[in-house]
């Protein structure tokens, strides 16, 4: 087929490459605009602008262009922008979007599947209709999580089972897409970082699922300190009870050995970053800082 693909972040290369491999032709390529990063302001392309020049595949900017071009169908990946009702009469487009519509509609349902402690997500081809995420159902594979995965390692496994349910859906036929039920509709709104703060009042749990979507920050010493990674804590773990040698016991407050009371437990740092240093053992930050009795979120 010539097909005209959208897509910006690295989570919309593989797709984009497992295509071309299936022997499609992708006869342009719509991305995000190149941005400045670092010190010296260096334009950097997206990661699909820089697939697609690998590939020797055209791309452009602007929407509009695909105005110019013949193609059998637009394929949307994480494009990051709202495709207007103007491409859609010109173009029909299909969606790889990761959730199992219709949960999760929106920008982060990988965040959200997380966040929420669903047990299942999954990926759905989708057609491409005017309202957010709306369209209807082609295809859909179920993927299981369980209490560890992050959300990179998810999003990387998703993109996988994505890709390969696109490449089955397209060299099949799409066939008649089913109408999203209008039961267990949910919006997955993008996450800013205030969203990523850890309050220690919440339960373990809670906390542990922000960690694993990443960003996740706390105050310390009045700067802004990062948690990596983390685990609920067990008496077996470090077979003593680390409030034996506190004064007080509350939301927030630090072991010697690292740890940290929540709402119902303890969890156990396992990798931070403090404000203007690289990330670190938990361990050793310990170690060096002598936290205990220390609380965070002050």
């Given amino acids: 087929m010539r097909l005209v693909y959208f897509g910006t972040p690295e989570a919309a290369v593989t797709p984009l490459r497992s295509l071309c491999a299936a022997g499609h032709e992708v006869v342009l390529v719509v991305t995000g605009a190149d941005t400045r990063r670092g010190r010296g302001s260096t334009i950097t392309a997206s990661p699909v602008k820089a697939a697609a020049l690998e590939l020797g595949l055209p791309t452009s900017h602007d ?87 992050t959300a990179a390692d998810l999003r990387d496994r998703l993109v996988t089972v994505g890709s390969e349910l696109l490449v089955q859906v397209l060299r099949t036929g799409l066939g008649t897409a089913v109408p999203q039920s209008e039961e267990g509709v949910t919006y997955a709104h993008k996450l800013h970082t205030p969203d990523a703060e850890l309050h220690w009042n919440s339960k373990a749990d809670d906390l542990l699922r922000t960690i694993r979507v990443g960003g996740a920050w706390s105050i310390f010493r009045q700067k802004r300190f990062k948690v990596v990674a983390a685990k609920r804590w067990l008496p077996e773990d470090e077979g003593s009870d680390p409030a034996s040698s506190l004064t007080s016991v509350r939301p927030g407050i630090v072991s010697g050995a690292g740890l940290v009371k929540t709402a119902d437990s303890w969890i156990q740092l396992l990798l931070v970053q403090p404000e203007g240093k690289a990330t670190m053992d938990a361990k050793d930050w310990a170690n060096g800082a002598q936290p205990a009795g220390e609380v965070f979120g002050q």
């Fill in 63 to 149: 929407p509009q262009d695909v105005l110019s071009v013949e193609a059998d169908l637009g394929v949307v990946v994480a494009y990051g922008r709202i495709i207007t009702p103007q491409l859609l009469n010109h173009l029909s487009m299909v969606n790889l979007h990761f959730s199992l519509l219709p949960r999760w509609r929106g920008a982060a349902p990988v965040e959200r599947a997380i966040l929420a402690g669903d047990a299942q997500t999954g990926v759905c081809v989708m057609e491409v209709a005017e309202g957010l995420d709306t369209g209807g159902i082609y295809a859909q594979q179920v993927v299981d999580l369980d209490n560890e995965i």
